[in-house]
């Protein structure tokens, strides 16, 4: 049977899982992370592979392998370049490292991107070559896919929407240095942010991070100051969303992430959207095909069915 094998390497966790070609997870196996540097998470990754191949095994022939990982990545030469928004390091060589580990075609690239790849091989994409797939988590980012492309940028930085600034009255200064970022509104990071401007501690979690779906239920139940994040959030990601559909024009707007994943947010963001704006996402707003919990792992491995999929040679090949 050929299988495919993928690494998806988080801030708090890694999972390392075989897929078969439909993408179904025949096994997987989590492991704890949280480093703060390159060097010591990419022993971490190493590791955990020679961990997986002992303890877990291959139940199939692995065809190709594909790192999803935070931060910056150089999917062309199979490089990670930083952890963060910050270079602080020479990039890593990781998808060599693991061609020497596995001996089959590796390939590696960011967490987002990664989904986006798998929506694109095997989720909503698939029927399409033009879409948007936004991710609604921890933080606020977009693959965007034209002509079955996955735009990368020269510093392979392309998607970063949640800097996109969507509030030119806003006062709250973003990491990114400029104010009225939509990162800081709606997503993860927002609504602690807004959480803790407001004083209402008392939702956030034991992380210290906005607990949502508690928020969410305080503004059903009509609390003034939970119907007004919301609302700022809704209006903030229907606002990013129609600014999407008119860069890039695609017919499907795919959306993934924890924080949007329970449809909450998405029914008020539907009363904002503009028909004019809309008319051409013929397929509409969807959800992703995959879990939260799953999409990681599915999108590092969609990276690896990738390298051996005729659809894509042309990016490859550019
Ligand atoms: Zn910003």
């Not at 030469?77 to 001996?103: Q, R």
């Not at 400029?178 to 992380?207: D, M, P």
Request: charged share 20%.
């Amino acid at each position: 049977m050929e299988t495919y094998l993928g690494l998806d390497f988080g801030g708090t966790k890694m999972l390392i899982g075989e897929l078969d070609k439909d993408g179904r997870i025949l096994s997987s196996k989590r492991y704890v992370t949280g480093f703060d540097d390159q060097e010591k998470a990419t022993k971490a990754i190493l590791g955990n592979l020679e961990d997986y191949k002992k303890t877990i095994g291959f139940q199939g022939e692995i065809k190709a392998a594909g790192l999803g990982i935070v931060g910056i990545v150089d999917n062309k030469k199979g490089e990670w370049v930083a952890m963060s928004h910050e270079i602080t390091a020479p990039p890593v060589p990781m998808a060599a490292l693991m061609e020497a580990n596995l001996h089959v075609p590796c390939a590696v690239d960011n967490d987002v991107r990664s989904a986006t790849t798998a929506e694109l091989m095997l989720g909503q994409g698939k029927s399409t070559l033009d879409f948007i797939y936004l991710n609604v988590g921890t933080g606020l980012a977009a693959g965007v896919v034209t002509g079955g492309h996955i735009i990368r940028g020269a510093n392979h930085n392309a998607g970063e929407i949640g800097h996109m600034v969507v509030d030119l009255q806003s006062q709250r200064t973003c990491v990114c240095g400029r104010k009225g970022c939509a990162e800081n509104v709606v997503s993860g990071i927002g609504f602690t942010s807004q959480l803790k401007h407001y004083g209402l501690t008392e939702l956030l979690n034991e992380q210290d991070r906005a607990d949502v779906v508690r928020l969410f239920e305080r503004a059903d139940a009509g609390d003034a100051i939970c119907s007004k994040i919301t609302d700022y959030a809704a209006d903030t990601l229907a606002c990013v969303i129609m600014n999407l559909v008119r860069y890039s024009d695609p017919d499907t707007v795919i959306l993934g992430g924890g924080v949007i994943g329970d449809g909450w947010l998405l029914e008020k963001v539907k009363m904002r959207l503009e028909p004019d704006t809309m008319r051409g996402v013929t397929n509409g707003i969807v959800f992703s095909s995959f879990s939260p919990a799953n999409a990681g792992l599915i999108g590092a491995a969609s990276l690896g069915m990738q390298l051996t999929d005729r659809r894509n040679q042309y990016e490859r090949c550019v």
